[in-house]
């Protein structure tokens, strides 16, 4: 009886088949387990009254994980949550960290559709330093990562809230890398945002050059080109199938290749400038949608449209100072960023790629000229011709400006002998040459009046010569 009973309870909550309804406690308890969650809705499908069964299982587990990891569900708008541990370790979850400022809880980011792509042990480092496995989900797209022994949902963000995403090679490292860097809205470090609305964070994660580990579709389906794909261009290829409004950027040898080439691995290609902002350590990258500095926090991304203004200071022998000065867009108001320490090789190749952007040399800018020192002025057309020493003039230009004065000064202060001595009018050397050349070679004062006089100058006296 017990057993009719329970047949004759209409299969509510028990979808015909898996393509066409999924359960959203299902979906949420085994989503980073696609073998896992198919063999639950296969055997809903062979028995549809069990339905209600697993879904009271799938809440059971989901709420065992979240006790256990002690990471509750939190809003990602400043919602006031009791922690038991320090306020620090929870607050890029309470200011929204990754997640693009959206309207979305990290519940709806958690349980949200099904998974289109993921790979396992993915090495991130911003926001968090951790291995975790990424995540894609079809219908609203959301790109998030997944603690592999927890199951939580770390952090994530909306893809029509991506801005830029990034492909550049990291620097300085005996196996070549790749860090995808994914841009939100509002997190480049120049564009602010509205009040009310959390500043997201970027996100970076690092892949080997080589075929990706484990990287799946839904359902458990491992992907990839098989024959040689790398993980770099599977990822990237993803990444642009599900991106609708930018795509991802890599460095280009046309718009920027430094002058020294990588030193860990000889002959390759460096597309990167060390730098130091501060006393922080990093790498510029001239990209062809922006200026790029990374990969340590606040990264920084100069998009083209927000750059007012660039500038050369502080030019030594060896090196030099980029000064960038950035517009958010709307406002009028600028912001200045310095990156020193640049080496002189990279000079060349930085000024080109700012005139082939036509990005304003603001080193004769006004606000400049009242510190004339520090200021290398780039030679143009325009200032060619202009007075050399000025305050517009450039750091090299004025180390050579003073070593030719230094050179003029050294042939004033010059005596040739005897040249001037018997009358005290203090000609120039330029009298002196004329003279010169009017007296002849080898011919002094005391010469010439001895032709005049001879013998009679021996009685004049000779204060009266």
Known sequence: MAFATINSVPPTHAPQTHARIQIPAIEDAFAAEPALKKRVYDAIGSTPQHAPLFEDIARYTSS?????????????????????????????????????????????????????????????????????????????????????????????????????VLCLPVPEKNQRQFNFCIIPRYADGINTAPDGEPTPETIVWTVNDGPPKAAFSEFGQQIGNGEGETAENLVRRVLNDNLSQVRVVRPDAQEFVSAMPEAHRKGEK??????????????????????????????????LETIESISYTSVLQRTFNLNITARAVGSEETQEFEFSMIDQADYSGIDSYIKTHGLQDASLAEARRAKHYNI????????????AQGAEEGELQKAQRKLED????????????????????????EEDEDQDQDEGDGAGDRDLVADELGSEAEDVPEDEL
């Open 406 to 429: 230094r050179e003029d000064e050294e042939e004033e202060d010059y005596d040739p002998g005897s040249e001037g001595d018997s009358d005290g009018s203090g000609s120039s050397s």
């Open 270 to 303: 460096a597309y990167h400038v060390k730098a130091f902002r501060g006393s922080k350590e990093g790498y510029l990258f001239f990209l062809c949608t922006g200026i790029f500095f990374g990969f340590k926090k606040p990264l920084l991304f100069f998009g």
């Open 376 to 387: 290398n002025g780039v030679k143009t057309e325009e200032n060619v011709d202009g007075d």
């Open 64 to 164: 065992q994980r979240t006790r256990i990891a002690g990471n509750p569900v939190q809003s990602l708008h400043n919602v006031q949550v009791v922690h038991e541990g320090p306020a620090a370790k929870k607050r890029k979850i309470e200011n929204g960290a990754g997640t693009g400022g959206n309207a979305q809880s990290l519940a709806e980011l958690k349980t949200h559709g099904e998974l289109q792509f993921y790979m396992q042990d993915v090495s991130f480092t911003i926001p968090q330093r951790k291995k975790l496995m990424l995540e894609i989900t079809a219908g609203k797209k959301y790109l998030r990562a997944r603690n592999q022994a927890s199951k939580e949902v770390e952090f994530g963000v909306s893809m029509d809230r991506i801005q830029h």
